[in-house]
């Protein structure tokens, strides 16, 4: 069964370096999403990509974050500046368009910034 | 912009018993779609049921049903003979359909769990 893929599964980083969250979606999905959840708390968008651009972000996804497909499989997430707040675990999702179609989510990777 | 809330942060059910967890969203838009995903302890976010909000029927998927209430603005799934193998998170989720971004605005989560 396909499946999103996401690494590293467990990053740690400290406060102020950039990281980088690597996924591979679904090979025949259009629709790209990051998603975080800080630890006890909801799922929040942060972004989502389409046809090489992002289609709506979210007031969290700022200009410290960016997104990137670098080739035909990967997709990835930026945050140049790490703050302590971004500590989160982190999921990547893929669909195959409008409609319906469920989302298929990674297993996440879980950034701690110390 | 669309909310939703899941208003138990935790819930037990006997193992083999029946458990409805609740959820409610605001909207002003008519057509629009609704989740249930389940969150085991791996953390990955698993699709449990859909329910377009034009069909009346209400979406059954084996042990695990809706009961989609539009004019309520109310989607509540119940889980009929639970196993051990339920207990997780299950959040209720969004998505508009007039929505470019196709995002998915997820409510506050309840905490399933199953007493042997």
């Known amino acids: 069964e396909p499946e999103v893929t996401q690494t590293p599964s467990h990053q740690v980083t400290q406060m102020g370096q950039e990281v980088i969250l690597r996924c591979v979606p679904i090979?025949?999905?259009?629709?790209f999403y990051w998603y975080r959840q800080i630890l006890g708390q909801k799922v929040e968008f942060l972004v989502s990509?389409?046809?090489?651009?992002?289609?709506?972000k979210s007031e969290i996804f700022d200009d410290q974050f960016s997104v990137e497909r670098p080739d035909g499989s990967n997709f990835t997430l930026k945050i140049r500046s790490t703050k302590l707040e971004d500590s989160a675990m982190y999921f990547c999702?893929?669909?195959?368009?409008?409609?319906?179609?469920?989302?298929?989510f990674g297993q996440g990777t879980r950034l701690t910034v110390v | 912009a669309q909310t939703v809330t899941q208003s138990q942060p935790e819930m037990s059910v006997q193992e083999a018993e029946t458990v409805t967890l609740s959820c409610t969203y605001d909207?002003?838009?008519?057509?629009?779609?609704l989740f249930w995903y389940k969150q085991p302890p791996s953390r990955q976010m698993i699709l449990v049921i859909r329910?377009?909000?034009?069909?009346?029927q209400n979406a059954t998927e084996n042990r695990f049903s809706v009961n989609f209430q539009k004019a309520a603005k109310s989607f509540s799934l119940k889980i009929s003979d639970s196993q051990l193998g339920d207990a997780a998170m299950y959040f209720c989720?969004?998505?508009?359909?007039?929505?470019?971004?196709?995002?998915?605005?997820f409510g506050g989560g309840t905490r399933l769990m199953v007493k042997p």
């Open positions: 090979s025949n999905h259009l629709y």
């Open positions: 329910q377009e909000a034009y069909k009346q």
């Open positions: 999702a893929s669909s195959e368009g409008q409609g319906v179609g469920e989302a298929f």
């Open positions: 990509f389409y046809n090489n651009e992002i289609s709506e």
């Open positions: 909207t002003s838009e008519s057509d629009y779609y």
């Open positions: 989720a969004y998505r508009s359909v007039n929505n470019a971004g196709n995002m998915l605005t």
